[in-house]
């Protein structure tokens, strides 16, 4: 058996322990709502689901308003009452229980002086759909950086939303038979990656990033933008992660319909596998992939980043400092990279895992292996095709032998193919050794140097 797998499942075990006996932290969750909006115009704009409506909100959008003051209250409201108690025993669950501690050891490294009380406290807004003007479901809606906001006159950075997608209402993600297939846990942690993610980035970080992006939609498989992928890839990243290294999380029965939210928890497979390297090959079909995605569109697709953020966090070494190793990074010690190095989208954030003193050089050559070093090498990413051509040939030709197993033409074919394909894999070995030992030796070697090109179109 291998030894870092023994090692894995013993810091694994001794987290749950430790999580479970020491560091366990319960979320506070302080439901609350808008009390106050102050535009531009200075005006006052009373909100759906806010104080002058009662208990039956309305979804209505305020479109065109350009959001400056935010003031939340307490939302005492008994409306969604089932779905506040449904969503506070979510909270109460081990698993959950570790999500939040993410969220409270990352607070205290970007906020010294917070509380204890402070830092488990998450505020959430229920089903109040005036920000969702693209009713993208539950979201993390940061005000860092672009919005004063406050809640009984402290600063608010995030409030947790809970609002209903266009696809699926957000009763149906926490109805009885998702909370026990664990799928709105699944959902949760992506949202609250995200607010670490804004806790530790500065105001103007966050602001630059905002302004690089472009794309109105985001979806594991979508192309999006270099900044849209930072933020996206992570979280798709942290969910890969925790619904493999959690036993028993997100594995919901196979008996069970997935619906409109279980299908979620389908993304993580390709994640896991670098499907995401591939274009889609057919717009039906998620799980059928063809050709490599161009260096340019891999540092803007939220799939492909979010597997080196899978792989980082339970594959790649990290040494301790008693000499152990671990397989995958500690959270906390991406957590610490984002903060030190300021990421506002995929090439800064590379740039600043690549630089960790601990560990970043492995995880660059990781990087180079799983994207077919196609950032770095001159001709890589020409090859690589080439290569995944001659594969996706192959497995057609195969599907038809297996019909006409003796047919003289499509055997020739497929070992002409076989013989190409040997050739060119040879020549890859070749070239691999000599990109990876530039990598090594020459300190001036950017392993990202074509994004750098790229960095313009992208952003
Ligand atoms: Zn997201």
Same mark, same amino acid.
């Given at each position: 058996m291998n030894l870092r797998i023994i090692f894995r499942v013993a810091t694994v075990l001794q987290c749950f322990f430790m999580i479970n006996t020491v560091f366990a932290a319960e979320a506070n969750l302080v439901f609350v709502r808008l009390s106050r909006i102050v535009n531009p115009a200075g005006g006052f704009a009373g909100m759906p689901?806010? %104080?002058? /409506? %009662? #208990?039956d909100p309305t979804c209505k959008l305020l479109s065109g308003l350009s959001l400056k003051k935010l003031k939340f209250e307490n939302d005492e409201s008994h409306h969604r009452k089932k779905l506040k108690s449904r969503v506070t025993e979510v909270f109460r669950s081990e698993f959950m229980s570790e999500v939040v501690d993410r969220v409270v050891e990352t607070r205290k490294l970007a906020y010294p002086k917070i509380t204890d009380q402070d830092a488990r406290t998450i505020h959430v807004v229920i089903?109040?759909?005036? *920000?969702?003007a693209i009713k993208t479901g539950p979201a993390v809606f940061t005000m860092k950086g672009t919005i004063k906001s406050t809640f009984k006159g402290k600063p608010l950075n995030w409030v947790l939303m809970l609002n209903d997608a266009g696809w699926a209402q957000i009763d149906e993600l926490f109805s009885k038979k998702n909370v026990k297939g664990r799928i709105p846990d699944d959902v949760l942690a992506h949202e609250l990656t995200h607010a670490i993610t804004a806790d530790v980035l500065l105001p103007a970080t966050i602001v630059s990033s905002n302004k690089q992006k472009h794309s109105t939609r985001h979806d594991v498989g979508l192309i999006s933008d270099a900044s849209m992928a930072f933020w996206e890839g992570l979280a798709e990243g942290v969910e890969a992660t925790i619904g493999e290294t959690l036993d028993g999380a997100f594995s919901y029965p196979y008996s069970m319909d997935p619906g409109n939210y279980g299908l /979620? /928890?389908?993304r993580q497979r390709p994640v896991r596998n670098n499907a *995401?390297? =591939? =274009?889609?090959?057919?717009? #039906?079909?998620?799980n059928n992939f063809g050709e490599l995605k161009s260096p340019r569109d891999l540092l803007a697709s939220e799939g492909f980043i979010a597997t080196y953020i899978y792989r980082l966090l339970t594959k790649l070494p990290y040494s301790l400092s008693n000499g152990a190793v671990l397989s995958g990074w500690p959270f906390m010690e991406l957590v610490a990279t984002i903060k030190e190095t300021q990421p506002s989208n995929t090439i800064e954030l590379l740039r600043g895992i690549f630089s960790r003193e601990k560990g970043g050089h492995e995880a660059m050559l990781d990087f180079m292996e799983i994207s077919y070093f196609s950032t770095y090498g001159e001709d890589a990413y020409e090859f690589s095709n080439e290569m995944r051509n001659i594969d996706l040939e192959l497995q057609e030709l195969t599907s038809k032998l297996r019909v006409k197993p003796d047919n003289p033409i499509l055997m020739e074919r497929y070992k002409n193919l076989l013989a190409r394909q040997q050739g060119l894999e040879n020549q890859w070995s070749e070239k691999k050794r000599g990109w990876i030992e530039e990598l090594n030796t020459d300190e001036s070697a950017d392993p990202l140097r074509f994004a750098k090109k790229l960095a313009r179109p992208l952003q």
């Open positions: 689901g806010g %104080g002058n /409506l %009662g #208990d089903n109040d759909c005036t *920000f969702d /979620l /928890l389908e *995401f390297i =591939y =274009y889609p090959n057919n717009r #039906d079909n998620q």
